[in-house]
């Protein structure tokens, strides 16, 4: 005989689960309203600041004092501020930030119906599993996109804005964090994958 029974949440675990899906629609709402901002500010493509990043150790650059002096400090990031972004620079970014809203969505989406899951009192499933799963990789690839993105909006905006001058801005790649992600992401799917069939061995002896 199977038995299907679930358990039932604590008070407290299931007001820390109602309050986690209230914060991460809220979460979701405010990234999206910011990038929805942020597209329209590259789409209009004037006076537009952009996060730039230099390659090897940082630039050095001379920091004005209050007594008229100057002192040199090493700079590895920047906010340039186009008065006229170009197409090949606005588009990729235009391009992040609707992925950037796509990944926020679709992982927090993921989630919040994991959480409802276990307000029902069902922890591990292969529904469970497929969820877990599906906001990792999206997590994963889609802000890996995001940041390939940004950085083309980086580029080309150093590019348009120094005339080719200035030939330090790069794309960045982080692999270990990447990697590091990546495990962890598979780690949790793996835990849910072996509890979700330890507990339908344990239901099926009951």
Avoid: H, K, W
């Avoid at 629609?25 to 329209?40: K, M, N, P």
């Amino acid at each position: 005989m199977t038995s299907t029974n679930n358990r039932t949440l604590s008070r407290g675990d299931t007001g820390a689960m109602i309050g986690f899906c209230i914060s991460g629609a809220l979460i979701a709402a405010y990234i999206t309203v910011f990038s929805i901002i942020r597209i329209v500010e590259l789409a209009r493509g004037v006076d537009v600041p952009v996060l730039v990043e230099f390659a090897g150790a940082a630039t050095p650059v001379d920091l004005p004092l209050t007594s008229g002096d100057s002192v040199s400090v090493g700079l590895d990031r920047a906010t340039i501020t186009a008065a006229e972004l170009p197409a090949i620079a606005s588009v990729p970014g235009i391009i992040g930030q609707a992925l950037q809203i796509v990944t926020i969505v679709v992982v927090i989406g993921c989630l919040i119906l994991l959480a409802r899951s276990t307000l029902s009192g069902r922890v591990f499933s292969r529904r469970n599993t497929a969820l877990v799963a599906t906001a990792g990789l999206t997590g994963l690839l889609g802000f890996g996109a995001v940041r390939f993105f940004d950085n083309m909006l980086a580029n080309a905006t150093v590019a348009a804005v120094t005339d080719n001058g200035l030939d330090n801005a790069v794309i960045t790649v982080e692999p270990f964090t990447f990697i590091l992600a990546a495990f962890v992401i598979a780690l949790i799917t793996t835990v849910f994958s072996i509890g979700d069939r330890l507990q339908r061995d344990t239901e099926g002896l009951v």
